[in-house]
């Protein structure tokens, strides 16, 4: 969970800083981050923060604007689950 968290805030800084293919990379990254913890067991007091999660980084996936609204929306998801980490396991 830490590792899509730190991707997360490398995206939002590279949002911030204009940089398409950087950001393009670690979105690619992070997905796979993402697809792989369908097959992981998950607490169930996490649950509910891993589906809205997931609905959220779904649509930075499908909308990246690169603005700071679509930035700070991965730096909001960073800092939720640096926080919930340890709810994941």
Known sequence: ????????????????????ARVEQFLSETGEFVRQLDSMSV???FQE???????????????????AAW?????????ILTHRAKLAG
Request: charged letters at 25%; a positive charge; aromatic letters at 14%.
């Open 1 to 20: 969970m830490l590792n899509i968290a730190v991707n997360l805030g490398r995206i939002g800084r590279y949002a911030y800083e204009g940089r398409q």
């Open 49 to 67: 923060t891993l589906v809205f999660f997931k609905d959220s980084f779904k649509e930075l996936e499908s909308n990246k604007r690169l603005d």
């Open 43 to 45: 607490n169930p007091r």
């Open 71 to 79: 930035a700070e929306t991965a730096y909001t998801w960073a800092n």
